[in-house]
């Protein structure tokens, strides 16, 4: 059978630099949301946003003045009341062709957030060379997503040009907030992927190198996000420094404690404080702070050790100093073993993609993303899943000032997600 490309290498760039220039954070992502509703529209496809795919009573993580922000700057940037209005304060979309005829549910999964870094000014940054640097101050997509974005909007097209010649159903998922692994839960528990027959996620770079593609990598670390809030009691530094209970050294023991946290003889394990801000002047005893933690462990079991010792630890820390802390868990990842048949598809499609010069099947990916958590949701409802990268050459690395990749590896990305389509859905 014979399928049409209306796609080129040009289109699919085109729009990853338009993404590029206005980044936004999990939960805010508003002009990115309008930009997707709108181009999958467009090609046909039914839309569900907001609250349609996104379960608010798992939300984890949402920062209310970044998300008023957002939707400021969606105003201001001409997005429509309407759009807005469906989305009702909440991002994440699907886009779903059903053909009408019998065949699977196959998913796709794609990233709209960005991370909260500066990107660089170097004039050889190709960014800033060709003029699609990041236009939202202390924000960047230095991880990739708009690559992804784009690849899925493009996709939308391809589905759109081929809908007489495929069958079953596909679905295009834009998850929110994937930095801080915030989101997939939430669209998780929606059921949007309950009847999915094949759900395949997909990560450009990750330190492979150009020309390779994994399409089974291993040691996905379970991840626990959680922030601790301490209260003191404030007094006098100089006249009355016995009166109070000093927040900031409650803290701060408790960052050290946390960086000492033995290590896990059955499996990987990570911990990292990478926010501690306390006090309110200097001549007065710190009545609060606030500190951001991660713990990672190579499975639930080990993560849920990890988490419970830096609880205890944080919780004797403030005791010392006669304070008291509460925890928030702000987001999640699982680690999961992929299906060996959506395994064995992904590494036939990526065979046949462009600009692939070698497939391989596993690597340690000793990170987290919390696509796990989609992927275990199919499974469990008796569905497959993969996570394939695709390697690139990259400026700098993942969450860098200086990040970007080579363009031409989405063309990859676009084929390997084309043929596995076409394997799936192509039969009509």
Not at 22 to 48: D, N, T
Not at 248 to 276: D, I, Q
Not at 297 to 324: D, H
Request: glycine share 10%; net charge negative; hydrophobic share 40%.
């Amino acid at each position: 059978m014979s399928f049409q490309e209306p796609v080129n290498a040009t289109d699919i760039c085109a729009l990853r630099r338009d993404v590029h220039r206005w980044p936004e954070p999990g939960w805010a992502e508003f002009v990115s949301s309008a930009r997707v509703i709108e181009h999958l529209e467009k090609a046909g496809l039914k839309v569900l946003c907001g609250r349609e795919v996104i379960n608010d009573a798992f939300i984890r993580g949402a920062n209310k003045k970044q998300i008023e922000a957002g939707l400021k700057a969606a105003r201001e940037k001409g997005v429509s009341e309407e759009i807005l209005k469906r989305l009702d304060g909440v991002t994440g979309i699907a886009g779903i062709l059903e053909t009408g005829r019998p065949g699977p549910v196959v998913a796709l999964r794609f990233e709209l957030d960005c991370v909260p870094v500066t990107e660089t000014a170097a004039p050889e940054h190709t960014p800033n060379r060709e003029g699609f640097a990041s236009q939202n101050p202390g924000y960047m997509h230095a991880c990739g997503h708009d690559g992804h974005q784009a690849v899925g909007m493009a996709l939308a097209d391809w589905l759109a040009a081929n809908r007489d010649n495929l069958s079953g159903t596909v679905k295009l998922l834009f998850q929110p907030a994937e930095e801080g692994v915030r989101g997939a839960r939430p669209m998780a528990e929606s059921g949007i992927v309950d009847d999915v027959d094949f759900l395949y996620c997909m990560h450009v770079g990750c330190d492979i190198p150009g020309g390779e593609v994994v399409v089974a990598p291993e040691k996905f670390l379970c991840t626990t996000k959680v922030d601790f809030r301490f209260q003191g009691t404030p007094s006098h530094a100089g006249m009355q420094p016995e009166v109070g209970r000093n927040a900031l050294m409650a803290a701060s023991t408790a960052a050290l404690a946390l960086m000492a946290l033995p290590r896990h003889g059955e499996g990987m394990t990570r911990v990292n404080v990478g926010y501690l801000r306390a006090g309110e002047g200097r001549n007065v005893i710190a009545s609060t702070a606030e500190m951001q933690v991660e713990v990672r462990g190579e499975n639930e079991k080990i993560n849920t050790t990890m988490f419970e010792e830096a609880l205890a630890r944080v919780e004797g820390a403030a005791a010392m100093y006669g304070c008291t802390v509460t925890h928030e868990v702000m987001g999640e990842a699982v680690d999961f073993v992929p299906d060996a048949q959506a395994r064995d598809f992904a590494a036939e499609a990526a065979a046949k993609a462009p600009y692939v010069e070698k497939v391989v099947e596993t690597m340690n990916f000793n990170g987290s993303d919390d696509a796990t958590v989609l992927i275990k949701r199919v499974q469990k409802k008796g569905g497959e899943g993969a996570y394939i990268v695709v390697g690139s050459k990259l400026d700098a690395g993942h969450h860098q000032a200086a990040f970007d990749f080579e363009e031409k590896r989405l063309e990859t990305i676009f084929a390997i997600y084309r043929n596995l389509l076409v394997r799936h859905n192509g039969g009509n």
